[in-house]
């Protein structure tokens, strides 16, 4: 049986759905704080996360699929469960080194425990990004997702964020812990200060990342945020970047003039 790990906005929907439709049988775990809009969710917290690991097996869940938002919960060492005296303080060495580099341990954990991570688009393939969703972008929009790549690319190493905005060549903005929304929110209130060209949001995997969690996500609110910062484009990493309800995020983006499209 496979297990959901769920947190919030629109990817756990998604998974349980898909996994509904193809009548295969799973559960939602969410921690304390995270929890999906789903029915049947069971509830935990870091400092019981042994204890999380042994009801799965007894429950004979056998794969693990992390998906939706997250954010670092606080941690009480002094209410560890006992299982959990050898596991939590292994992520607590980590926390201070990226999310890539915590996730990683994450995953560490949950396979040594026995249990198989997939990744969201092992489950549901039809999600993944590829080839045009809208109208071909221009050479000047072309030239401005190289430019995010290459800025993407070159901090890659140092776990920062998976998405940047350029306009004109320059960097309005650099996705960071706060993510997506802060990014595009940033660039639409600080528009008077910035470059007035229009600008394309870049969505790309980190090098190296193990895609079976935290993979770069965007949905229809992404549209909107992104029209709302005055932005003309985006650009998403072909076959590394999750299209939550593809037709609305078309609607979207063709009403908004907004051109979406994949490139390596």
Do not use: N
């Not at 906005?9 to 789903?38: I, K, N, S």
């Not at 964020?161 to 060549?169: K, L």
């Amino acid at each position: 049986m496979l297990a959901l790990v769920a947190g919030r906005g629109g990817l756990p929907l998604a998974l349980a759905e898909t996994l509904g439709q193809a009548g295969r049988p799973f559960r939602v775990y969410a921690l304390e704080g995270f929890a999906p809009d789903l029915p049947d969710v069971t509830l935990f917290r870091v400092e019981a996360l042994g204890r999380l690991l042994r009801d799965m097996r007894k429950a004979g869940i056998t794969e693990v699929c992390f998906a939706g938002a997250m954010q670092r919960p606080p941690v009480d060492m002094a209410k560890l469960h006992p299982l959990s005296l050898k596991l939590v303080p292994r992520l607590m060495k980590v926390i201070g080194q990226g999310d890539d580099r915590l996730l990683r341990e994450v995953i560490a954990i949950f396979e040594e425990a026995g249990l198989a991570v997939r990744g969201a688009h092992d489950l549901a393939p039809e999600l993944l990004a590829d080839g045009p969703v809208t109208r071909a972008p221009t050479e000047a929009e072309r030239t401005d997702a190289r430019r995010g790549t290459e800025i993407l690319t070159t901090l890659g190493p140092l776990d920062l964020g998976q998405g940047c905005v350029v306009a004109g060549g320059l960097c309005l903005g650099i996705e960071t812990l706060q993510g997506t929304d802060a990014m595009l929110g940033f660039v639409a209130q600080s528009r008077a200060q910035l470059a007035k060209l229009p600008g394309v949001f870049v969505k790309r995997a980190k090098p190296g990342q193990d895609l079976r969690v935290d993979m770069p996500t965007i949905g229809p609110d992404t549209i909107t945020a992104a029209a709302a910062a005055g932005l003309s484009g985006i650009a998403l990493e072909a076959g590394a970047v999750l299209l939550l309800d593809r037709d609305e995020v078309t609607r979207r983006a063709e009403a908004a003039g907004i051109a979406v499209w994949t490139q390596p």
